[in-house]
């Protein structure tokens, strides 16, 4: 690995980890909090929706910030703010004061979370992004998995309070090794750096070029000029390049705030929406904000569609990989958390279990996560991003299909099979979807792209926590054994919807290097002879 690399790797690693790490000590940390601070339920659980919240809202236009100021700098930006807000929670004096700086914890890493991609984007050829996005999969696998006992052991020995110090010196270093590290400024890409100077004459490569009519080669200031040559036959000069317009556009117009603002409170809403209807008696204001989700999303479609400088690039969109991978990753993350949540309160409601043990039976998710990251890029390789995608979505929906089956005497084995089954093929879809998505997206959208990605995997979870939540209270004789409820057959058919998602992905993996732009020609260089 290059010196160039090895610092842009780290930083999207570790802090692709301490968010992750974050969300899991939290929860564990959620009670005790609400002891020292006196605060009742509905403030604790807003010290996490409001973090949701505000992260989900703004994922995409600090990917699009990432891609007009520089990944490197936003990084920078949203770790070091990531490490204040943490140190700020620490010494909170009240419920007030621990919400507001969960929610500004929430834009820093909204500013963080995208240029983790995006950084990797700009760093690694498109042919090696697989294996450093296997190596940040992996490490956000472990981060989960260590969470609770890490979050236990600090809140038992030092108060809660100590959790949110936990990721301070990590984000404070990385935050402050992105500002010692220079970035590559990216890569034009060829369609927009194609110019006449740029690219050599289609009559040198023994193509025809059609024939320019005689006004506009007389009066076209960047038209080819042609003049007769002895024997008859015609010279054809380099013609000028017209004068581009930057590739970066200056001014607040080029980020669309307009958009901006209309993505932010239709995420916004739809994430409060999820999180609201999974609360007992919250599904009417839950529903509610859904509903006013879908009106603001159909106004910032119009609107997009007319913007100058949309903020969701059409391009991305149309693109068939990137949409497909999305779908993929909304579809697993759903259907894992879902069925986690409804397996936690299983395995502690039904069986009895307390924190600890319940977190060693699903333990083997965790260890395949981490296992598995490193093998999916060779697998990729091998067998392309199609079938390998839709192995892990088998995998996922065969693993929740067996949750789905458990009754209250499930012992040890069956729970750890069907976990290990889910972080088979979780890992899987998360590694082949995100590479496609970070791979398939022109670099100059990177941040855009990474911001989707990680607003359908915020998006994702709440969804499946959400459904989970309503077919419990539907189905209020089953409690929450697996194979008397609802819950989890409604799972096995969101996992289910990642097969056909899976199926639109490349059949085969791009080997495609990036190669250099062909040099332009010098000036009065050797002149291009047509016959």
Not at 137 to 146: C, E, K, M, Y
Not at 316 to 341: D, I, K, Y
Request: hydrophobic share 50%.
């Amino acid at each position: 690995m290059s010196a160039r690399r090895a610092p842009v790797l780290a930083c999207s690693v570790v802090g692709a980890a301490v968010v992750a790490l974050d969300g899991t000590v939290l929860t564990v940390a959620q009670p005790a909090l609400q002891r020292d601070l006196h605060a009742d339920v509905g403030q604790v659980q807003w010290t996490s929706t409001g973090y949701l919240v505000a992260v989900a809202s703004l994922l995409v236009f600090a990917g699009r910030l990432g891609d007009r100021f520089g990944h490197r700098r936003v990084f920078a930006l949203g770790a070091l703010g990531f490490a204040a807000a943490s140190t700020g929670i620490a010494l909170a004096p009240g419920i007030g004061t621990v919400i507001a700086l969960r929610v500004l914890q929430g834009v820093c890493g909204a500013l963080l979370q995208p240029a983790t991609l995006g950084m990797l984007r700009t760093a690694y050829p498109p042919d090696r992004l697989g294996t450093p996005i296997a190596v940040r999969t992996a490490a956000i696998g472990l981060a989960a998995a260590a969470g609770p006992l890490i979050g236990g052991a600090l809140v038992s020995a030092y108060g809660w309070r100590s959790v949110f110090l936990l990721g301070v010196p990590p984000t404070l270093a990385i935050g402050l090794l992105a500002l010692a590290t220079r970035e590559r400024p990216a890569e034009p890409s060829r369609s927009s750096a194609a110019s006449p100077s740029h690219e050599p004459s289609r009559s040198s490569a023994g193509n025809p070029s059609p024939e320019p009519s005689r006004s506009s080669a007389a009066n076209a200031p960047h038209g080819p000029s042609r003049s007769r040559a002895p024997g008859g036959r015609y010279r054809t000069a380099p013609a000028a390049a017209p004068a581009a317009r930057p590739r970066n556009a200056r001014g607040p117009s080029t980020l669309d705030p307009a958009g901006a603002l209309l993505l932010a409170v239709t995420l916004g809403l739809l994430v409060h929406g999820l999180v609201e209807a999974a609360r007992p008696g919250g599904a009417p204001t839950g529903l509610l904000a859904v509903a006013g989700a879908v009106a603001t999303g159909a106004v910032l479609a119009r609107h997009e569609r007319r913007a100058a400088h949309p903020l969701l690039p059409p391009e991305l969109l149309r693109s068939v990989p990137v949409v497909a991978g999305l779908a993929v990753l909304l579809a697993a993350s759903a259907a894992l958390f879902g069925s986690l949540f409804v397996a936690t309160y299983f395995l502690q409601d039904v069986q009895g279990l307390d924190p600890l043990g319940c977190a060693l039976r699903v333990l083997p998710l965790a260890v395949l996560m981490v296992l598995g990251a490193p093998l999916c890029p060779p697998l990729q390789r091998r067998f392309g991003p199609r079938r390998t995608a839709t192995a892990g979505a088998a995998l996922l929906t065969l693993g929740v299909l067996l949750l789905a089956r458990l009754d209250a005497t499930a012992g040890a084995a069956a729970v750890g099979v069907s976990a290990a089954l889910l972080g088979a093929g979780f890992v899987t879809l998360m590694v082949t979807a995100t590479s496609v998505v970070v791979h398939r997206a022109p670099e100059a959208h990177a941040g855009v792209a990474g911001g989707l990605q990680q607003t359908v995997m915020n998006t994702g979870p709440a969804l499946g926590v959400a459904t989970a939540t309503l077919l419990l209270a539907l189905v209020p004789d089953g409690g929450f054994v697996p194979s008397r409820g609802a819950a989890l057959p409604a799972l096995v058919l969101i996992a289910a919807l990642a097969v056909p998602a899976a199926l639109a992905l490349p059949r085969a993996a791009d080997r495609r290097r990036t190669r250099p732009e062909p040099p332009s020609p010098r000036a009065g260089g050797r002149e291009c002879v047509r016959s």
